[in-house]
């Protein structure tokens, strides 16, 4: 007798915790989620003029045209319109610091930065690790900026307030760096164009 009341003791705790953990709890942070935080809540993602999602600040991508700032490469590849092979991942590439590979693609992207007479700084040729990086360092954007001021034709001055604004700081006041995020950034830029016309 007492086994068979263990056993329904067991099968009703069982149960009383799959209700906690797989219903309530989660019913719970999604609710809270929506309603303090719906931004983050639904992935942080940006918005044009015209409500169309254009990406995540959270995720980094790829701009490879001169009136923009780059940022940080990635091993994996960002998802830009078509579907990309793979996407929806995280990670570095695994190459360890003695695989030629990855001497050859820091190498090349230091050149090509060279010719674009850009200093190639840490950010810029190296990949995060988890690869989606948002972000590149304030000196970063600095170091950018005469380009991206060239080809918009707009002064320099009109660019660094901007920089400025877009830039995060510490987690927590204390962990990490201050560092820039690229979309913000980038998409302020293509606002203050259409301002201008």
Do not use: C, K
């Not at 991942?89 to 693609?105: E, K, T, V």
């Not at 204390?174 to 979309?183: A, K, Q, R, S, T």
């Amino acid at each position: 007798m007492t086994f068979i009341r263990e056993i329904i003791q067991a099968i009703r705790m069982t149960l009383v915790l799959w209700l906690l953990t797989a219903i309530i709890y989660p019913l719970a942070i999604l609710i809270m989620g929506q309603a303090l935080f719906p931004f983050q809540a639904n992935g942080s993602v940006m918005e044009n003029v015209e409500s169309q999602a254009i990406g995540s600040t959270l995720i980094g991508q790829t701009f490879v045209s001169d009136g923009y700032f780059y940022g940080r490469p990635s091993s994996v590849r960002y998802s830009q319109g078509q579907q990309a092979s793979p996407t929806g991942i995280s990670g570095a590439s695994n190459l360890a610091p003695s695989n030629p590979a990855l001497l050859d693609r820091i190498v090349e992207q230091a050149n090509q930065f060279r010719e674009d007479n850009i200093q190639p700084s840490a950010d810029l040729i190296y990949t995060s690790g988890s690869g989606l990086d948002p972000h590149i360092s304030v000196r970063t954007a600095r170091q950018q900026l005469r380009r991206v001021a060239r080809a918009r034709d707009i002064p320099e001055d009109e660019i660094l307030p901007l920089i400025n604004r877009y830039t995060d700081g510490r987690f927590l006041w204390i962990f990490g760096e201050p560092g820039v995020n690229v979309l913000r950034l980038n998409y302020a830029l293509d606002l203050q164009d259409i301002n201008r016309q």
